[in-house]
T-cell receptor
């Protein structure tokens, strides 16, 4: 199957700093990528749809100024958590699907963000 | 609008026993259905998918699922559980739109007892 790489796998930062998470499709081009947030022992909550070359589409209740998404190329989307606070601590996961792949999403390994 | 309901947040079986994880969906259009598995602190791995072809879908690691339109169900089964099957399982639905947006169920934690 297709491979989606996410980096870093874990990050610890101080409150007030910004953190960037990268999501790359390694063997296919992805015009659309997705960013999810997962709280402990809960399901994945879709945060936003990242569209190559255009603005991301955010789900209701997600602060777009807080969670900046950039999809500058067909293989890379980034999520920047700006001015992070402890309540932003969570597991963030990205996904992408190859065009014509039958709606299958391939997921990155996730990023564990801990804000002190 | 789509939704997924996974019955049972936690299922416990003995090694070698049948695994049955339940999933019911709601969709206004013919759905695409998926089962994903998540091991601790990892991303999701696709187990199998239903995309309007055969109603009985076989996936990896001996898992299979049957699409039943009349029951709006897509239950996941495995004849004989293995210790390595212990993980969180998520059922998901897509409307087949061009953006591949998935809606997930709340997940079922499977534990396998020796």
């Amino acid at each position: 199957g297709a491979v989606v790489s996410q980096h870093p796998s874990r990050v610890i930062c101080k409150s007030g700093t910004s953190v960037k998470i990268e999501c790359r499709s390694l063997d296919f081009q992805a015009t659309t990528m997705f960013w999810y947030r997962q709280f402990p022992k809960q399901s994945l909550m879709l945060m936003a749809t990242s569209n190559e070359g255009s603005k991301a589409t955010y789900e209701q209740g997600v602060e777009k100024d807080k969670f900046l998404i950039n999809h500058a190329s067909l293989t890379l989307s980034t999520l920047t958590v700006t001015s992070a606070h402890p309540e932003d601590s969570s597991f963030y996961i990205c996904s992408a699907g190859p065009p014509g792949g039958g709606n299958i999403q391939y997921f990155g390994a996730g990023t564990r963000l801990s804000v002190l | 609008a789509q939704s997924v309901t996974q019955l049972g947040s936690h299922v416990s079986v003995s090694e070698g026993a049948l695994v049955l994880l339940r999933c019911n969906y709601s969709s206004s259009v013919p759905p695409y259905l998926f089962w994903y598995v998540q091991y601790p602190n990892q991303g999701l791995q696709l187990l199998l998918k239903y995309t309007s072809a055969a109603t009985l879908v076989k996936g990896i690691n001996g898992f299979e699922a049957e699409f039943k339109k009349s029951e709006t169900s897509f239950h996941l089964t495995k004849p004989s559980a293995h210790m390595s099957d212990a993980a969180e399982y998520f059922c998901a639905v897509s409307d087949g739109g061009s953006n591949y947006k998935l809606t997930f169920g709340k997940g079922t934690l499977l534990t396998v007892n020796p």
